[in-house]
């Protein structure tokens, strides 16, 4: 479980994040949603440390990462796995380089073995075929499985996810939600979404937190994302076209009943 | 004022993070040869190209403006020998070799910064300034004194090729005569020395602009330019002072 409370963080004085308290919950897929400026990925960065709040606690079942000393900080890191927007695969390496990576640097097991490790998150995320190619020479869905098998490698307890569907066909961006959902389970991780693709928060959101301007507006569910009264959540979700059918004919439906 | 303060605190701070002890040596050495051979001998051909030429125009230059009776033609060789030793193979070879390994070295590792890559290895807990940049470092250290070496040897090839010329009066056998001709071999060791330190300069200023770029596409491009102006204007700067203190 990961608990961040009354996070605060500015810029150049400006406040980017306002107290926000949230718990993301341990196997299951934590979703934070948001308009593009609203501070979600600001706030996942000082989730994993790329970015250090001005005040607040994160705390990752129980330890402060804020207060870490640099020994310990490293042996959580290990702890965790990244998917970020762009993928972000060394492009100086191979699919399986790159997924072999971690643990070449942190295993002591033989080579013959971590390279069946690797192998192994490879044909979980469908793309063993691919272990071969450098980066460049496979598609957008191929580097976002690539850079999910490599998130994988070490077991992490923690998986966090920039935009996991950005720049992707509606149909990749399914599996790729799948199998977020399906490594959450399996692994039984706590995972963080960032996302604001109404899709994936239908398709795989458990738990939700919404921001806006900085600040926690709302918390839920997916169910219960469309039901809202909250007004800046309502103008987030309808804002897609799709939504606001759904919505209209769930509400022609109730009237007939 | 303030700003070069600043710059001159990150820089620092960035090396005491590239110069600890590596997570892992397999992959640390792993690292170190493909940074010796991408940096180092990749720049093999330029450097033995610009030797050879360089060293044939000075030869020409010295032979056509020394016309004096006065002066003996040995002169010629000694002169061309002095210059490539004490400057041209050292100095004016990094010079290059910073446009050349310093662009190189900043593009790189801007991009990875701007791709996210290098945030990829510190969310792992990879210390990314130590597995980037610390094997770039040595491995320039390591193969520098090499072109070096490579650069003084073809050099002094061209200049004995243009002594075939018969250029106002240079000969083959006065050239190589003034090759030999009070040979101080410390001026070896002192251009190698020279070449180290170039090399520590060039790598790790341009692995500082691109480790600190910010931004996107044109930041990278921005960061290159300042990396080799910077370890330009540094390595001109070293070797005043380095010259000052060993040879005078």
Request: glycine share 8%; proline share 3%.
């Amino acid at each position: 479980m990961v608990e961040v409370k009354h996070i605060i963080k500015s810029f150049d004085g400006r406040v980017i994040l306002n107290d926000i308290s949230a718990i993301f919950e341990t196997g299951k897929t934590n979703l934070i949603i948001g308009q593009s400026g609203s501070g979600k990925t600001v706030l996942l960065k000082t989730i994993i440390g790329l970015l250090r709040p001005d005040s607040g606690q994160i705390l990752y079942d129980g330890r402060n990462f804020v207060g870490l000393k640099k020994r310990e900080l490293n042996v959580l890191r290990r702890e965790m796995g990244m998917l970020f927007q762009g993928s972000a695969l060394f492009d100086s390496m191979t699919v399986l380089e790159n997924v072999m990576f971690p643990l070449d640097m942190f295993s002591s097991d033989p080579y013959k073995e971590r390279e069946k490790r690797a192998m192994f998150c490879l044909e979980r995320v469908n793309l063993p075929d691919a272990a071969h190619l450098y980066p460049s020479e496979i598609s957008g869905g191929m580097m976002k499985r690539a850079a999910i098998a490599r998130a994988i490698a070490l077991n992490p307890m923690y998986l966090f996810c920039d935009e996991p569907n950005s720049g992707l066909d509606p149909k990749t961006s399914l599996l790729i939600d799948d199998l977020i959902h399906d490594i959450t389970k399996d692994y039984k991780m706590t995972t963080i979404i960032n996302t604001h693709d109404m899709n994936s928060v239908m398709n795989i959101g458990e738990t939700i937190i919404f921001i806006k301007e900085g600040v926690l507006e709302w918390r839920g569910t997916s169910d219960e994302v469309i039901s809202s009264n909250n007004k800046a959540l309502n103008d987030f979700v309808f804002a897609s076209d799709l939504f606001r059918k759904v919505k209209e004919i769930e509400g022609q439906e109730q009237e007939k009943k | 004022m303030n700003e070069a303060l600043q710059r001159l605190g990150e820089y620092t701070l960035l090396m005491r993070k590239t110069l600890s002890i590596p997570t892992r040596w397999s992959m640390f050495f792993k690292q170190l040869i493909k940074e010796i051979y991408k940096l180092g001998a990749d720049s093999l051909w330029i450097v033995i190209i610009i030797s050879i030429f360089i060293g044939t125009v000075i030869a020409m230059q010295i032979s056509l403006n020394i016309s004096s009776p006065l002066i003996p033609k040995f002169t010629i060789g000694y002169t061309t020998r002095e210059i490539i030793l004490l400057e041209f193979s050292s100095s004016i070879m990094c010079l290059i070799l910073a446009g050349k390994v310093g662009s190189n070295i900043a593009s790189e590792i801007g991009t990875m910064r701007v791709t996210e890559q290098i945030d990829a290895m510190e969310i792992m807990g990879v210390n990314s300034a130590n597995f980037l940049i610390f094997p770039k470092i040595l491995g320039l250290m390591i193969f520098i004194p090499v072109l070096v070496i490579f650069s003084m040897f073809t050099g002094i090839l061209g200049g004995i090729a243009a002594s075939y010329a018969d250029i106002n009066g240079m000969t083959p056998s006065s050239f190589e005569y003034g090759l030999q001709y009070y040979f101080n071999s410390f001026y070896i060791g002192y251009s190698i020395l020279k070449s180290v330190v170039y090399a520590f300069i060039i790598a790790s200023i341009a692995s500082y602009f691109g480790y600190n770029v910010k931004g996107g596409a044109l930041d990278v491009g921005k960061a290159s330019t300042n990396a080799v102006v910077m370890s330009s204007i540094m390595i001109l700067l070293a070797d005043v002072i380095m010259t000052h203190l060993m040879l005078t």
